[in-house]
């Protein structure tokens, strides 16, 4: 199916006049110089088409006969390729025999000239036949003498062909792009195609995918056999999974595109994700802000998220429900690119979904947080030292795939968050929102009818690690007013039980919650005896304590009481900092 989407996407491409895509046997390729050429085949100049300053200049993508696949040996490309191979001269490198490498750019260069020979020796265009007077010639002392020379070499990069005063390259001129695709034309036995049904040559070799995110950087495959391990009945190669080379193109070229796209492709940890649809339509170019946006444009993402939920809201436009939707997650696999995951859909489907996981991960924060979270940060903050490095290799690929399905989020991620909040003895807004939508969509997909954690402070939610989180908090503020000098504002301390008994009281809490009592009283009295009032403070401490079941507080939690520990004492703690709370709390401590 997967690639059956691909290959009817790159015909919707081929199809639209505004999407510069390649035809069948061609390729976009970064194209550093450019040989001018007369009528004749003489030598008329050399043009620099790298884009860009310094060291960063890149050669700029032209339409190109597409490329050879190469391992180590000879191959040449048609019309365009490396130095060696276009001019027969061998590139300086460090560490090489000069000697060595003059003679393999001599065969090189030879494999370049037959190759175009076969091809273009029938082809009555001019252009075809200033390339091949050019090569048959052989007279390439001018442009070795010519200004850029050294930077030809330095570079390295591909080199092809144009006439004087042409802006088309010569493997772009209508006659040259004919025989070309005459001489293209697969041979070999018919067989049918295991993605159309079609008769068609099987591909041998797949296009390289390039873009995927830690795979090699010459690309990998999706489609490769090159063990015996992987090959059936003495088949080699491609004839394993017979893809017709037509579809093979297809799919490849598409790919490729979407990869290369700024706007249909997002790195969600270690999964680069590629998505569209089957016709043309705006959700193609808004789902990437809403789950990834880029820095300085959140308040554009935020838009798109508000009326995402809104219209999921009130009802999505009629026709969304028939119209196709896809998304794709590849990471590197060795030489070979994996598929993390894939999701089918239609556009209403898929919206619908992406909407469930903002609400579901909804939750109360503080004016600095952000109105939205996008993957990358929800993964972040689970990870080591807050560092992207340090995301678990599947966890991103896994993420993704829970909101696209719409299933429950994977148990690493509320484990990681938990985790992350132990070690910190710090429960951020990410970290909350993870535990709350995990727990949410959990009881969801589960069909529990127990109730859940919401999105702010609900003091009639007696789940015992909520409770003891609420708890944890009353008891830290309390802690923070006693060390708070008379006639001033709380202040943050350096130091509470937080970064002392945290991690113990999420696991271990019979033991730990009778010292933090023990130390509680002592921390009113302390505020009692500076003159403030402490009546708020202890009705606030027996109404969370009244919250406990009668069989008292358990010895050790759960790891989903461990997370529902981490929301109340979130939610507490965010409940303590609204204005109207805090000039309450100042209130009744200083009455």
């Not at 989407?5 to 919707?12: E, G, N, P, V």
């Not at 390729?29 to 960063?56: C, S």
């Not at 088309?168 to 295991?194: D, F, M, T, Y």
């Not at 929800?378 to 829970?402: C, F, M, W």
Request: charged share 25%.
């Amino acid at each position: 199916m997967i690639l059956n989407a691909l290959s009817a996407y790159y015909q919707r491409l081929a199809d639209d006049p505004g999407v510069d895509v390649a035809p069948l046997g061609f390729e976009h390729k970064a194209i550093d110089f450019l040989i001018k050429l007369d009528d004749a085949g003489k030598f008329v100049n050399f043009h620099d088409l790298r884009e860009g300053t310094g060291k960063k200049r890149k050669g700029r993508l032209s339409l190109v006969p597409k490329g050879i696949k190469r391992s180590s040996g000879i191959a040449a490309n048609l019309l365009w390729d490396t130095v060696p191979y276009v001019l027969g001269r061998a590139l300086p490198e460090k560490g090489k025999n000069i000697e060595k490498s003059s003679a393999r750019a001599v065969e090189q260069h030879k494999a370049f000239v037959e190759k175009v020979e076969q091809t273009l020796s029938g082809c009555s265009d001019r252009g075809a036949m200033a390339v091949l007077s050019f090569l048959r010639c052989g007279e390439f002392n001018p442009i070795f003498e010519h200004t850029l020379w050294d930077e030809v070499e330095q570079s390295g990069g591909n080199i092809t062909f144009s006439l004087a005063g042409d802006t088309q390259l010569v493997c772009q001129r209508p006659e040259v792009v004919a025989a070309i695709s005459e001489k293209l034309k697969p041979e070999g036995e018919l067989q049918a195609c295991s993605v159309s049904g079609k008769k068609n040559v099987p591909a041998i070799l797949h296009t390289a995918i390039k873009g995927v995110w830690g795979a090699q950087s010459s690309g990998a495959n999706i489609v490769s056999f090159n063990l015996d391990a992987f090959r059936s009945f003495g088949k080699k190669q491609g004839f394993n999974a017979p893809v017709g080379s037509s579809i093979e193109f297809a799919y490849t070229t598409a790919l490729n595109y979407l990869l290369a796209s700024a706007n249909q492709r997002m790195q969600v940890g270690d999964a680069s994700t590629v998505f569209w649809a089957r016709d043309p339509c705006d959700f193609e170019k808004d789902l990437h802000p809403i789950l990834a946006p880029k820095k300085g444009e959140e308040a554009v993402s935020y838009n798109k998220i508000r009326g995402l939920l809104s219209a999921v809201k009130t009802g999505l436009p009629l026709g969304e429900e028939d119209l196709p939707f896809y998304v794709l997650g590849l990471a590197p696999n060795a030489s070979r690119i994996a598929v993390r995951f894939w999701c089918e859909g239609n556009v209403k489907k898929i919206k619908e979904r992406v909407a469930e996981h903002f609400l579901d991960i909804e939750m109360v924060r503080a004016p600095h947080d952000p109105e939205f979270l996008s993957l990358f940060q929800l993964l972040v903050s689970t990870a080591t030292e807050r560092k992207a490095d340090n995301i678990p290799p599947n966890l991103g690929g896994e993420v993704a795939r829970s909101v696209f399905t719409g299933t429950a989020y994977p148990r690493t991620l509320f484990a990681n968050a938990i985790r992350r909040c132990k070690a910190e003895q710090k429960v951020t807004f990410a970290r909350a929102s993870i535990i709350k939508g995990v727990l949410t969509r959990m009881s969801r997909t589960s069909n529990l009818k127990d109730k859940e954690v919401s999105v702010a402070l609900d003091k009639s939610y007696d789940n015992i690690g909520y409770v003891l989180g609420r708890l944890f908090a009353v008891l830290e503020w309390i802690q923070e007013l006693a060390h708070t000098p008379e006639g001033k504002k709380r202040q943050n301390l350096n130091k509470t039980i937080r970064d002392t008994y945290f991690g113990a009281a999420t696991s271990s809490p019979l033991i730990t919650f009778k010292r933090l009592d023990e130390l509680s009283v002592h921390h009113l009295a302390k505020i009692r005896n500076s003159g403030k009032g402490i009546v708020w403070l202890e009705q606030l401490k027996q109404e969370v304590f009244g919250h406990i079941p009668a069989k008292g507080i358990p010895s050790i939690l759960d790891l989903e009481d461990q997370g529902r520990f981490s929301v109340g004492y979130y939610h507490q703690r965010q409940d303590f900092f609204t204005s109207k709370k805090t000039e309450e709390i100042k209130e009744n401590t200083n009455g």
